[in-house]
């Protein structure tokens, strides 16, 4: 149980296309989806936690405006990198805390399997 | 906010050795550590994780410890196999709900 999925698993566009990343949680309601990027070497960077019917909060340094976040049901999030460019070419990872009595441990997140964004 | 330390950054063992991975932080009020593996092209995975009220947790080859006085946990891995060598990543979380906080990674090898 408590598996998250993330569509696409990559995608290539071109510099100045935006792109959409669906995160979902299949068996399982996710009050708080968050948004991580990880470049190569790297570790794991927060980039936004989204909550359910609410606006995104951002981390510092990551321009809200370029990366567009909706999360508008218990099981699905977006993330929208809009007018990207190659400096935005990088792994794209999202987790989910589960909602209190629907499913999942309540401690735990679970992360997607990630999507590979190559900008050209 | 929280800020998590991993050492070492890479770490070479042979087949059947132990391995100890470190991991420090910052905010007392953090109270979940998961542990994650990490293999190439790939989301993390968690292996093993321990809440702020106990000490340590094991299962089967890998072990968990946590001192909490000293905002320290550590990953132990025995017996380790080819197959063990990855990424891995220790993280710190407070309130339940709120994002968990990276270390910077060690990259395991384990050679036969």
């Known amino acids: 149980g408590a598996v998250v999925s993330q569509h696409p698993s990559w995608v290539i566009c071109k510099s100045g296309t935006s792109v959409k990343i669906e995160c979902r949680s299949l068996d399982f309601q996710a009050t708080t989806m968050f948004w991580y990027r990880q470049f190569p070497k790297q570790s794991l960077m927060l980039m936004a936690t989204?909550?359910?019917?609410?606006?995104?909060?951002?981390e510092q340094g990551v321009e809200k405006d370029k990366f567009l976040i909706n999360h508008a049901s218990l099981t699905l999030s977006t993330l929208t990198v809009t007018s990207a460019h190659p400096e935005d070419s990088s792994f794209y990872i999202c987790?989910?805390?589960?909602?209190?009595?629907?499913?999942?441990?309540?401690?735990?997140?679970?992360f997607g399997p990630g999507t590979r964004l190559t900008v050209t | 906010g929280e800020n998590v330390e991993q050492h070492p950054s890479t770490l070479s063992v042979q087949e059947g050795d132990s391995a100890v991975i470190k991991c420090t932080y910052s905010?007392?009020?953090?109270?979940?550590f998961p542990w994650y593996k990490q293999e190439l092209g790939k989301g993390p995975q968690l292996i093993i994780d321990?809440?702020?009220?106990?000490g340590e947790k094991k299962d089967q080859r890998i072990a968990v410890t946590l001192n909490k006085t000293a905002k320290h946990f550590s990953l132990h891995i025995t017996e380790t196999q080819p197959e063990d060598s990855a990424v891995y990543f220790c993280a710190a979380r407070g309130v339940a709900g709120t994002a968990l906080i990276f270390g910077k990674g060690t990259t395991l090898s384990v050679s036969s």
């Open positions: 321990i809440r702020s009220n106990v």
């Open positions: 905010d007392s009020a953090s109270n979940y």
């Open positions: 989204s909550n359910e019917g609410s606006k995104a909060t951002y």
């Open positions: 987790s989910a805390a589960p909602l209190a009595g629907g499913g999942g441990s309540s401690y735990e997140q679970y």
